[in-house]
């Protein structure tokens, strides 16, 4: 099993490029991030997952969660932009279950998209995922709003492609909020199928940061630790892909 040790910025970035990711404890990651700008509207920045709206392509595959959609532009040294609203596209090379199709999502809140927590989340991976790629100048970014939800009857499925890669550069998966669930394990394994690590996103701002091309990554289905009350999973995936000026 690979758990994360106490974690620098230098660190990090040593694991993510030996080993193609690495894991972050809760307290760490908020103080790599705020040490750029701090979570100041971090309770609506939460509090945001209670609005999303149903993930409709999935629902029609026979499941279920909620999620929100925001694209952004980002340069080595800039700031990062949002962009206009546009489609969440993979090749089914990416996602077997829903790759070549558009899926237009509901988007982020406009107060949460540009608000101090997503703004400092954002220029950290900028940077840290800048610094493993110093040649890229320009990057596309897209942030995904995910709620997973479990009852007695059904699981819930944080990945349900399975074991996967999004097809981008870089990954950031980051925990908001987890109320009665159990389980979710995030999960790392090599391009042969071989476990790498895992490390359960249990408190805020427990994060995974994950280099693409190099592993392949999922989570283990979520229960309710008791049945009789509502159980959620929420997280912040933000991913950077190289990209052409303009």
């Not at 999502?105 to 900028?126: H, Q, S």
């Amino acid at each position: 099993m690979n758990v994360p040790q106490a974690a620098t910025e230098t660190s990090l970035h040593d694991q993510v490029r030996d080993e193609g990711f690495a894991f972050v404890h809760g307290p760490e990651m908020r103080a790599l991030v705020e040490h750029l700008a701090p979570l100041a509207d971090w309770e609506a920045f939460a509090a945001s997952w209670n609005a999303l709206e149903p993930d409709t392509y999935l629902a029609a595959t026979g499941r279920f969660r909620r999620r929100r959609h925001a694209t952004f532009a980002a340069s080595r040294f800039g700031h990062v932009e949002p962009r206009p609203h546009q489609a969440h596209y993979q090749t089914l090379a990416y996602n077997t279950l829903q790759g070549d199709i558009e899926r237009w999502f509901e988007p982020v809140l406009p107060e949460i998209a540009t608000g101090a927590t997503m703004g400092a989340i954002l220029d950290f991976c900028r940077d840290f995922f800048g610094g493993l790629s110093p040649d890229v100048a320009h990057w596309h970014v897209e942030v995904h709003q995910f709620r997973i939800e479990a009852t007695a009857g059904a699981a819930g499925e944080p990945t349900p492609e399975g074991s996967h890669r999004d097809g981008v550069d870089y990954v950031l998966v980051l925990l908001v909020d987890r109320e009665n669930i159990a389980s979710g394990t995030t999960t790392i394994h090599g391009p042969d199928g071989r476990a790498l690590g895992e490390f359960t996103l249990a408190q805020p701002l427990d994060a995974a940061l994950i280099h693409d091309p190099r592993v392949f990554h999922g989570v283990t289905p979520v229960t309710p630790l008791d049945p009789a009350k509502a159980s959620h999973r929420d997280v912040l995936v933000v991913t950077f892909r190289a990209a052409d000026p303009g």
